[in-house]
C-alpha cells in the first residue's frame, strides 16, 4: 500500500510566520474599504457603508521561502473616532494614507492624519504611502498626479494612484510592492527579532536608566 504523502507534511515542523500590521487612514468616503476589500477578496461595493471603529481582515503571501501574514486594519475616517483610531495605529509596520482624486479636502486632511501617524510612531520605524484612490474618476480628479507625488516626497513616502473599483492589479501590486521595501528596509531577521514590532515601546524607554 502507498504511503499517502500529505499525512507526512504533518510531522513536518510548524512554519513560521512573520505577523505584519498595515493601517489604512483617510477621510471618510475615499475607499479604503474597497482597497481591502479587493486585495483580499476580488471584491468592490459601489454602496459599501462607512467603517464604524474599526475592521480587520488577513492576507498570507509567501515571498522568497518566507511566509507572511498581512494584518490589514481598516479605520474609520470620522472624526468622533479618531481617540480609537489612534490606538490602531500602534505596532504598525506600514501606514496607507488614503484621499480620492475627486476630493480635494481628503487630500488636504492627508496632513492631520499624518500627525496622528506621528503621535503614534517613530517616522523611522515604518512604510509610509501616500495612496490616490478611485483613478477611473480621472474626469472629476481635482487633485493631479504631481500634487500627489509632490506631497509623497516631502514625507518622504512612497506614491500610488489606484482604483479599486477597476483595477484589481494595481491594488494587488500595492501591497506586494510595500511588502517589498519592508523587507528591503529590515529583512526577515530583524522582523523576526523584533517579535513583529518595529515601534519601540517610549513609555519603557523613558524608564530606563542609565548606568
Not at 477578496?41 to 464604524?52: A, G, H, I, M, V
Not at 492576507?59 to 479605520?75: A, E, F, M, Q, R
Not at 510595500?178 to 526577515?188: A, T
Amino acid at each position: 500500500m502507498k504511503r499517502n504523502k500529505s499525512i507526512s507534511l504533518f510531522s513536518k515542523k510548524k512554519e513560521q510566520i512573520i505577523e505584519l500590521k498595515i493601517i489604512l487612514l483617510g477621510d471618510p468616503g475615499v475607499g479604503k474599504t474597497n482597497i481591502i476589500n479587493r486585495y483580499l477578496y476580488d471584491k468592490f461595493d459601489q454602496s459599501s457603508k462607512p467603517t464604524l471603529g474599526s475592521s480587520f481582515g488577513e492576507k498570507i503571501l509567501k515571498k522568497d521561502g518566507s511566509s507572511y501574514s498581512l494584518k490589514i486594519w481598516d479605520t474609520t475616517g470620522q472624526e468622533r473616532y479618531n481617540s480609537i483610531t489612534k490606538l490602531f495605529i500602534k505596532g504598525s509596520h506600514i501606514v496607507i494614507l488614503v484621499y480620492s482624486i475627486d476630493n480635494l479636502a481628503s487630500f488636504d486632511n492627508l496632513k492631520n492624519w499624518y500627525n496622528y501617524v506621528k503621535e503614534e510612531l517613530q517616522r523611522e520605524k515604518f512604510i509610509l504611502a501616500i495612496v490616490g484612490n478611485k483613478r477611473d474618476l480621472f474626469e472629476n480628479e481635482v487633485v493631479s498626479d504631481n500634487e500627489g507625488k509632490e506631497f509623497a516626497k516631502s514625507l518622504g513616502a512612497l506614491f500610488y494612484l489606484v482604483s479599486a473599483k477597476s483595477d484589481q492589479e494595481g491594488i494587488q501590486k500595492l501591497f506586494t510592492s510595500l511588502l517589498d521595501e519592508l523587507i528591503l528596509k529590515y529583512g526577515n531577521k530583524a522582523l523576526n527579532e523584533t517579535s513583529i514590532r518595529l515601534d519601540e515601546d517610549e513609555s519603557s524607554k523613558k524608564n530606563k536608566k542609565c548606568c
